[in-house]
Structures are given as C-alpha cells and as structure tokens.
C-alpha cells in the first residue's frame, strides 16, 4: 500500500476561511463564538456543514441524537469507515476554533483527496458530534456517550436546559432528529483534531500533541437547601445560609486540587441561587463541581473526599445535601498504533512534537471505548480557551490538518 509522502498536504487557506466563514453564524459578543447546542444558530451552522460537505461529494446521515455522518466512500464497500470528527457545537463565551477546527480539518482531508484524486479502501465518515461541550445540556461529550453506550437514548432526551426545555423537543424543534440507531454504525477507527486547550505545546514550542492519553472528569452537581430569609434583619445566629455552605466546599475543593498535585484539577464554573435576589438569603444552592485527573486512584479519591467533607460542612451550618453526578468518564489510553501513526506523521512533514494528556474531555474519550481512537493537537495561545479570546495561529491550524491527513490515509489505505 502506498505511503503518503512528506509533501501531501491540506490547503491551510481554505481550512482557515471554512473556520471564520463558520464564526458568523452564532457570534459571541466579543469575537468569539455562540453557538449552543440546539439553538436555531447551530442548525444554521449545521445546514452550511451539510451544504459544504455535499458540494464535497460526500453523502449524509445523521441518526436519533443528531449526528451528522458526512461519507466519502471507499473503493471496498464491505470495509468499516475511518471516523474522523470533532463537534460544532460552542460554550456561550467560546472561542472559534474548539471542536471547530477538527470537525473543519476532517472536511479539509475530504477535499484534499478529492483535489488529489486520491482513493481509499475504507470509507472516510467525516463527524459532527451534537452536544460536546455540555454547557446548555449535561453532560458533556452527550451524543458520542450515546453512541458508545453511556447513556440511554431517553436519559439524554429528557435532559433539561436551565429553561426547563427539553433535549428531545429541542432537537425535534431544529429538525435534526434523524432516522439511524444511535451507535447501529460500527467503526474501523476514530481520529480527533482539536485545539490543546492548555499552555503546554506553546511553551515546549511544539507544533503538534500526539495524544496518548485524556484524563477522566467527574461532574459532581450539589444542591445545598438553606432557609430563604430577609439578609438584613435576620440574625447572624439564626441563618440557615445554602451561599456560605457553597463558598466553604468551594473553598474544600481548591483543597482537594491542590493536595492530589500533580497531575489534578479542580472547581466550579456553573452556580444557581434561588431566588437569587440581593436581600434574601438562597434557599437553595446548585452548583457543579468539575474535578480531573489522568491517574483513576487520584480522580475516584478526590470524588470520595469531596463528598465526605461537603456532607460536614453542610451539616455544620444546618444546610441539607444532595449531590449527582451529572458527568463521567474513566481516564482514557489512546490506541497505541494510532498513537505512533500520528507521531510517525508529524515526522514524515517535518513537524515539531510532543507526547501530551489531553486535559479537556473530548468525543474520542468515548469513541476509544467502542473503537481504536487517537486524537491529534495543536497549540493555542497562552493555553486559553472557552472564552471568547481563544486564538491560534493558521499555521498551527494547517499543521496539525496535515498531520490528520497523513493519520487518516494510513488507516484508510491509499489505493492505486
Ligand atoms: O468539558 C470538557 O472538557 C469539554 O470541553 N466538553
Ligand atoms: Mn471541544
Ligand atoms: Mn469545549
């Protein structure tokens, strides 16, 4: 089977213009992106995909959860696709480029071997996950845990947003519940390109993350009941305050981090007072705690410490405690062949790289479970993103496309 040689490479310009010309749809307010999943600007941004795609000759299928499934076929139709994909959908301070930039690079691949004339054995399936980032909906990484079995068709569809809609009639709304089983499809093998998220490639200086590992996540959602009372004529001794049980497990979990370094994380993004007026004390509290590791023994026991210690301090003040996770997912080894087939890859083009953990979760943590996965990186400045200021540079952009390129005809067999 022939090699791609050194010099097969995507056309950066029209990765990067396929980016921006995306952003348009669902802007954030400061030159990032919002694009929430299920939101009319996610179908738009879904519909100009789809037209993209099928002036690619690609053909499309999209199954119960939403999916896009965009198909370049293969010369051996009895052969299982290669997957390649990442997720349009945005936080709602997000930046451009996360899940973006995969999703479009996998597009690119297709076009390249099309302006190639280049076929393979193994179909290509170029991906677009519904629901990665978990912001409107938990939990994050929603359609591809239904597709690898994590969770039940009706548990995602009876998922609410903090409107009280539902999944399932949000999607029905955009028009994107399709007709394929969630996870009917089988796979030869899955890739992911996406930004690092973190500051590690830009300070080593390296162009490109081989991926061989993603560390796993707990979403621990606390609901904290406290008495609804008058903040300026209630005694201080009287208070049943949910608000300062909050601060103090906040503060424990700051803790927690730090005592399980290296190698750990943890904290909150997402707080809900209700009523959330300035003179009433909260009755209730909801929050969730984020907390991350690549090491199982360090992540579970953060889990446990956590909870033991935010059932003490609740008591403590009075306040009641309940706590479910809402999001989960064991640490991840990449598929080692793919793992050397990307490395290989960056040294075929003559790209500087590294080996990195993946800090972020991503639709590969839970492809690797059904499928042999990897997933490739490249830098993004100061490691900042999910804010609006996310940036990379198209050179990096265009690296790490030339590096999925090379992975994925590897895997999908050059013909002829
Ligand atoms: O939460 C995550 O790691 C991903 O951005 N959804
Ligand atoms: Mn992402
Ligand atoms: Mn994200």
Redesign the pocket.
């Known amino acids: 089977m022939p090699a791609p040689g050194e010099n097969l490479r995507i056309n950066p310009d029209r990765l990067w213009n396929s980016i921006h010309e995306l952003a348009e749809i669902g802007p954030g307010i400061a030159g990032g992106s919002n694009r929430q999943t299920l939101t009319d600007d996610d179908a738009k941004g879904r519909a100009l995909f789809q037209k993209w795609c099928e002036a690619a000759g690609m053909s499309m299928g999209v199954d119960q959860m939403g999916t896009m499934f965009m198909t370049r076929p293969g010369t051996d139709p009895d052969a299982l696709p290669v997957y390649v994909g990442s997720h349009l959908d945005t ?1 709602p301070t997000g930046g451009r480029y ?2 973006v930039l995969g999703v479009l690079a996998a597009l690119e691949v297709v076009r390249s071997l099309n302006d190639l004339n280049i076929q393979t054995r193994h179909p290509i399936v170029v991906t677009n996950w519904t629901n ?4 409107r909906y938990a939990p ?2 929603m359609a591809s845990g239904v597709f690898a079995g994590q969770f039940s068709l009706d548990y995602a569809y009876g998922r609410k947003d903090s409107d009280g809609k539902a999944f399932g009639d949000e999607l029905k709304r955009i028009g994107w519940v399709g007709d394929e089983q969630v996870g009917a499809r089988k796979m030869h093998a899955y890739l992911e390109y996406h930004i690092e ?1 973190g500051p590690i490639l830009e300070a080593e200086g390296k162009q490109i993350g081989v991926v061989t590992h993603g560390q796993g ?1 707990w979403w621990l959602e606390f609901t904290l009941t406290g008495k609804e009372a008058h903040t300026g004529s209630t005694p201080m001794n009287m208070r049943v305050n949910a608000g300062l049980a909050m601060a103090r497990i906040m503060e424990m979990v700051q803790a927690v981090a730090m005592d399980a370094q290296p190698g750990a994380v943890g904290g909150v993004g997402q707080v809900k007072f209700s009523p959330n007026s300035r003179n009433v004390l909260p009755g209730t509290v909801v929050f969730t705690v ?1 907390i ?1 590791s690549p090491d199982q023994a360090k992540l579970d026991g953060m889990r446990a410490r956590i909870e033991a210690e935010a059932a003490k301090i609740a008591a403590a003040l009075g306040v009641g405690c309940a706590v479910e996770a809402v ?1 989960h997912f064991d640490p991840v080894a990449f598929d080692p062949t793919l793992v050397a087939r990307v490395r290989k890859a960056a040294e075929t083009l003559g790209y500087s790289h590294m080996d990195i953990i993946s ?4 639709d590969a943590c839970w492809m690797n479970r059904i499928a042999p996965s990897v997933m490739i990186m490249c830098p993004c400045v100061d490691g900042l ?2 804010n609006e200021a996310e940036n990379i540079s198209k050179e990096w952009a265009g690296a790490g496309a030339d590096v999925l390129l090379h992975a994925v005809l590897e895997t999908a067999e050059i013909v002829g």
């Open positions: 936080q996360d899940g990665e980032e978990g912001a994050a990484m998220q996540l984020d991350r999001g800090g972020a979760g991503h993103s999910h």
